[in-house]
């Protein structure tokens, strides 16, 4: 159905074309989602560091795939011990290795910082759908994405430990 503006007419699909996703929001809105997710959830925020992580034997990593307004995913790693004290914060229960409850709490810290994070602008919160996530753990993976035009990767300090949360997206022509 086409709309009347003055002596042009706009269609459905131009009036698309004029709302923008503001990419260069995405960092500050990931900063800010996390902290407040980690802050709310894990009784603690957390903070952009230039720190790495430690180099942990074993690792995990929690993908939300991102679809809509944009494809991708957002991608949360850690190493096991940050891991197990996200699931320990979120819990209480300090786990002894990495098991379901710690694979579980680290996706469910995905799936918090990506809503939150797309629910930072308006084209995202309701024209982005996330995907249930998928959590990887071992010592020895790699996750890539081979088409993503836009990749941001940030690091954040939680207590004294180091995690990094990636965004890898396109967005539509």
């Known amino acids: 159905m086409a709309e009347r503006r003055g002596t042009a007419t706009v269609n459905a699909a131009e009036k698309k074309a004029e709302k923008k996703i503001d990419v260069s929001q995405f960092e500050k809105f990931l900063d800010r989602a996390t902290d407040e997710v980690f802050a709310t959830m894990l009784g603690g925020g957390c903070a952009p560091t230039s720190q790495s992580p430690s180099a942990d034997e074993g690792t995990i990593s929690a993908v939300i795939g991102l679809a809509g307004a944009m494809s991708g995913s957002l991608v949360l790693h850690a190493a096991s011990v940050a891991a197990m004290r996200m699931a320990e914060r979120m819990t209480g229960i300090p786990p002894s290795e990495v098991d379901a409850l710690v694979r579980d709490a ?44 836009i990749r941001i990767e940030r690091r954040y300090r939680f207590e004294e430990l180091v995690f990094t949360v990636t965004i890898f997206c396109e967005l539509p022509a």
Do not use: H
Request: proline share 5%; charged share 15%.
């Open 106 to 149: 680290v996706g469910e810290v995905c799936n918090m910082i990506a809503g939150a994070w797309k629910g930072f602008d308006p084209e995202l919160a309701s024209g982005c759908l996330l995907s249930t996530p998928t959590v990887v753990a071992g010592t020895s993976y790699e996750l890539f994405s081979q088409r993503a035009s």
